[in-house]
């Protein structure tokens, strides 16, 4: 059924809305258990690949596969194969916690035998248990999150699309949250998660940086981290922008990024380029304390292969 | 099986929507309630029946002749004699005030020219602000005073008039003999109130999943469109039930309305007629993005339904453009149906092409909104 053991495969996928291109030819395969995830700012067009992904919204050019059937023509097959978290909550908030999950075990015809038990299962897995009569209105943004996840997962789906499913919460239950995706990923199911969190791409298998429409890149996160170039000097300037500007100047600097009070400086070579940076700073009167190499993260990763490409245009 | 599943899939829709409905019990309330406060409302104001209208005389002739007319209008319903103007002006007065709607001016001559043997002459002045009420006063007023005419012509020739030769043409009202507004009114207002509970409520139902975004959410389930639809139409088709049971039960035990062709032809009816509306209430869930939307193409339609269809106007007095509009109304044919039944009592054999052409239209919307109902986000 499926050669090379891809459970998603899309061909050229392609979205147009009137003028505007959301995806453009998507080339991207996903492997059995992997945690595959899809980065990208607003407007990347990540929820609008998902959507064609889960058979919901029809591809105007270009295909997919997922589970081993065809997007456009075998739908329901997919539906059955799959579970999807949507970005907004898209559970009914006037029913409880336990009829809301009682709801989707009857539309996924889940039997009266098993249903019982794999409904208490994924209250315990969810955190939820406690709460089971409460009216899902009623429950926080992190709790309803975890009710949406559990509701995908009553038909016990090889495959799960996660749009931003985090976006929204608190670190302490993003945490969490990403404590049960992982022990998914343990049993074995295939996690499709779309995120503009860079430190949750850090937890992916493989992460797609996605960008206007299309893939810039897809790899797993240490190769991706590894594209950018030069080498990842931090320090915190006490007159940010000037010095920002003077070094972007120097030779040998090939990109320079703020983050917060620091400055992120990409150079050919650090050790050469460090007590340059120190003497040029101190000529100007800048104070730079706690200069350091240090490694690239997703995040620096990431913008700058997306100013890279659209510098290229 | 495939179908014990799909009902399942259905069942489970119309579980979840009764649990809606449910939490919701200020909807649930008005649903109930407003039908009765409606059917009350139009049935007690709409009533055309001239009764107890005011009315004043002007006797400039103060004789036993013009008391005797008096006599004749003050024994009918229609009117309420108050007052007894002594002069033009008084009578103006009484008539710009709006203290009277009628009146009439008895002159000085009158009781001189019958005994003369000659027609003595009465004037009758009318508020015609409401034309409809003025026209049917003045067919009253000038049948009280002919009746009276007769009398005296009787009186005269000492005969009774039914001993002359001549035309005796007679008059019987067959079909709502007491011509009592409420039998009219009431079929059509069964109709009206179905026909907004049914679309508003469907329509209402699936647009509301999707404004909430649950659609989308139900689109990744194996649920098929028609198990959705069934499912969130059975429901509202209760409630329906519950009101069109509500307001017949009304009709007949308050407002004493007579049903008298087949319960059974009326209770298919009013499921056809339900079908249609929960029909059209798919269409336009289909069309409609948000509630708001919904509800005001839902008055787009229902007004001028109710205006045409026969309810108020007689559809032959329209313009024949609106004529035709009003054919294609489901409303008009439900409306000429229910009458058929409750105030005629006939039954299929008049009414098979009204039924046939509301099928039709049923099945239409039903196919065309099925259709385009798909489990796709655009």
Not at chain 1, 54 to 74: L, Q, Y
Not at chain 1, 179 to 203: C, Q
Request: proline share 4%.
């Amino acid at each position: 059924m499926n050669e090379n053991n891809f459970v998603i495969e899309t061909k050229d996928l392609t979205k147009q809305f009137k003028k505007v291109v959301a995806v453009d030819r998507l080339n991207l395969s996903v492997r059995k258990g992997e945690i595959f995830g899809l980065l990208g700012p607003d407007g990347a067009g990540k929820t609008t690949a998902i959507r064609m992904l889960c058979a919901i919204m029809d591809p105007t050019e270009g295909s997919a596969r997922v589970a081993g059937f065809d997007t456009k023509k075998e739908p329901e097959e997919i539906k059955k194969r799959i579970g999807y978290m949507a970005q907004q909550f898209s559970l009914y908030g006037d029913l409880t916690v336990l009829e809301n999950l009682t709801f989707f075990a009857d539309i996924f015809e889940v039997g009266r035998k098993e249903r019982q038990e794999r409904i208490d299962r994924l209250l315990e897995f969810a955190r939820l248990t406690r709460f089971k009569g409460r009216r899902a209105a009623h429950l926080s943004g992190g709790m309803q999150k975890k009710l949406a996840l559990a509701c995908t997962l009553i038909h016990q789906p090889e495959v799960i699309f996660l749009d931003e499913p985090t976006t929204g919460v608190d670190p302490v239950s993003r945490r969490e949250f990403w404590d049960i995706l992982t022990e998914l990923h343990i049993e074995g199911v295939t996690l499709f998660v779309s995120t503009p969190y860079m430190d949750e791409a850090e937890r992916c298998s493989r992460v797609s940086l996605m960008f206007d429409g299309n893939i810039i890149v897809c790899d797993t996160p240490e190769r991706i981290k590894g594209l950018v170039e030069g080498q990842l000097l931090e320090l915190r300037p006490d007159e940010l922008r000037e010095a920002a500007q003077l070094i972007a100047d120097l030779p040998g600097v090939l990109e320079v990024q703020t983050y917060g009070d620091l400055l992120h400086v990409f150079v050919d070579d650090a050790a050469r380029r460090a007590p340059e940076l120190q003497s040029v700073l101190a000529g100007a009167g800048i104070v730079a304390e706690g200069l350091r190499r240090t490694r690239p993260r997703m995040e620096e990763a990431f913008i700058s292969l997306i100013r890279k490409r659209s510098e290229e245009g | 099986m495939e179908l014990m599943t799909s009902l399942e899939r259905t069942w489970a829709i119309i579980r979840k929507e009764f649990i809606h409905a449910g939490r919701d019990p200020r909807t649930l309330v008005i649903t109930i309630v407003m039908p009765i406060l409606l059917l009350m409302l139009l049935g007690y104001t709409t009533s055309l029946d001239i009764e107890g209208v005011p009315m004043a005389i002007y006797d400039q002739s103060k004789s036993a002749e013009s008391r005797r007319l008096i006599e004749a209008y003050q024994v009918t319903d229609s009117f309420t004699l108050n007052y007894s103007p002594q002069s033009y002006s008084d009578l103006r007065r009484l008539m710009d005030s709006g203290q009277i709607q009628v009146g009439l001016i008895i002159p000085p001559e009158y009781a001189s020219e019958l005994a003369a043997g000659r027609t003595a002459r009465v004037s009758c002045v009318i508020d015609g602000s409401n034309p409809t009420i003025g026209s049917q006063v003045l067919a009253i007023v000038t049948m009280v005073g002919q009746s009276h005419g007769i009398q005296i012509i009787q009186e005269k020739l000492g005969v009774s008039v039914a001993q002359l030769p001549g035309i005796d043409a007679r008059m019987r009202v067959w079909y709502n003999p007491k011509l009592d507004n409420i039998n009219f009114m009431v079929p059509a207002i069964i109709g009206m109130i179905l026909q907004m509970t049914c679309s508003a409520l469907t329509a209402g139902a699936i647009v509301g999943e999707r404004e909430r975004g649950t659609m989308e959410q139900l689109n990744v389930t194996p649920i098929r469109s028609l198990e959705l639809i069934v499912g969130k139409a059975v429901p509202y088709l209760v409630i329906a039930t519950l009101i069109g049971a509500e307001i017949l039960i009304i009709g007949v035990f308050w407002f004493g309305m007579e049903i008298h062709g087949s319960m059974a032809l009326l209770i298919g009816f009013c499921i056809l007629f339900m079908l249609t509306s929960l029909a059209w209430g798919l269409f336009v869930s289909v069309i409609a993005k948000t509630r708001q939307q919904a509800q005001m193409l839902n008055m787009l339609i229902m007004l001028p339904s109710q205006m045409l269809s026969g309810m108020m106007f007689p559809i032959l007095s329209l313009p024949v453009v609106l004529q035709y509009l009003a054919a294609l109304m489901p409303l008009t044919y439900f409306t000429r149906m229910i009458r058929g039944v409750i105030l005629k009592g006939v039954g299929l054999e008049i009414l098979w092409s009204d039924i046939g052409v509301l099928a039709v239209i049923c099945i239409v919307l039903m196919v065309v909104a099925g259709a385009r109902f798909k489990k796709t986000l655009e």
